[in-house]
């Protein structure tokens, strides 16, 4: 549609330029004679040199001189111009000599031709921009037709088109009577309701998936949890009972232990799955509220079962956090740092501007730069996890975790891996 205005426009100028100039060309031409102008000369020349000489008013102005240029008739309704045959060929008016026995006796000069030439001009620069004005109106008319009928229709599914494809099918495609495209619009319509309709079916089922893993994540701990007691309370016995009747080896100890981890691992997947689950149904909910900053000791503590954890004082400040999130944050980071780095953990802190920054690094082999900023995504692993078994929600839970609260999580490379947790200040 630009190409067509930009017609039109062109249109327009040309035929601007060709009116100027058909004003310029009829300006400069005014010696201009017309056939019934020469006609009506040798008619009158004739007549003169034949002794008739007219006595009342012409239709016509003119003038008959003698040879001498007095005037024998003059048809003028302004006759205070003295006339002669060097004046009417200064002024360019027509004229013509009279002839008798081939001897010029006089002449004859025709001084309406100007005004008669100025209404030919005027009238062909009339017609001309008539004809211009028609044809403009026609090229305007006919791009507003092309416009309304076609540009508009096209443009109205092209934006149809866009919003289908960024998901939003709540929006009908508009139609009307006079649109030539209207079954194929109708059609556009049907393909938006039966997407709407198909996307809300995938929505429905994906919520039921994330429902029923949700359910089965829930149902799942309590067996989990009866391990651990189990495990617990048998290790516990074997404990009391070392030295007497019952005999407890080395061995029985150790599978003790380790149905105990293997319990503990479960608990922590079913738990980062089920926190994964309510965070997509929209169902995650924290509760912040204001805690002394040395529950994150605490909290160290309880997840450093290996003891490897050096950790600097912690500024006494009053933070905002949700104790159980907090908890299950440090715990993701200390149980991934044992797993795959298996090094000594310092944890450290200050203040800065309203946040406590607290820091926990190991002295592992990092992760690649081009993978740092992908190790917080949902099921994530890096390429180098060397076969340890994980889900890939830790640090992607953490993250969410601290996003709730109000703080942030970052990931960097220090002599190994730094997480960043940024605490708000109570």
Known sequence: MKRYYRFAALLIILLTVGLFAVIKLTNTD?????????????????KAASGDIPSEDAEREYVILDINGNTLFDSRRDTSEVLTVETAIQKRYPYNYVIKNNQITGSVI?????????????????????CSLVLITAVLA???YIRRTIILPF?????????VAAGDLEKPLEMNKSNMFGAFSESFDIMREELKAS????LALQKKERELVASLSHDLKTPVTGIKLTSELMAAVFSQNEGQQLTVTPDMT??????????????VLVSDLFSSTLEDLGEFKVNCTDENSAVISEIVSKYDDRELVRMTEIPQVIIRTDKIRLSQVIGNI??????????????????EDEFLEVSISDSGQGVPDDEIELITNKFYRGKDHGGKEGSGLGLYIAKMLMDKMGGELTVSNKNGLCVTLLIPLG
């Not at 005014?30 to 004739?46: C, M, P, Q, R």
């Not at 025709?110 to 008539?130: C, P, V």
């Not at 443009?155 to 919003?163: C, E, I, P, T, V």
């Not at 996307?199 to 995938?202: C, G």
Request: net charge neutral; no cysteine.
């Open 155 to 163: 443009d109205k599914m092209k934006d149809f088109a866009s919003y």
């Open 30 to 46: 005014k010696d201009f004679v017309g056939n019934d102008d020469v006609i009506f000369l040798n008619e009158t020349a004739h």
């Open 334 to 351: 200390i149980a991934n740092s044992y797993k795959y780095a298996g090094t000594p953990i310092d944890v450290s802190s200050h203040i």
């Open 199 to 202: 996307k809300a079916r995938e």
């Open 254 to 267: 150790a599978k003790m232990n380790n149905i105990y981890k293997r319990a503990e691992e479960i608990n």
């Open 142 to 144: 006919f791009g507003a």
């Open 110 to 130: 025709l001084t309406d031709g100007e005004k008669r030439f100025e209404r030919l001009r005027t009238n062909i620069i009339l017609i001309y921009a008539g």
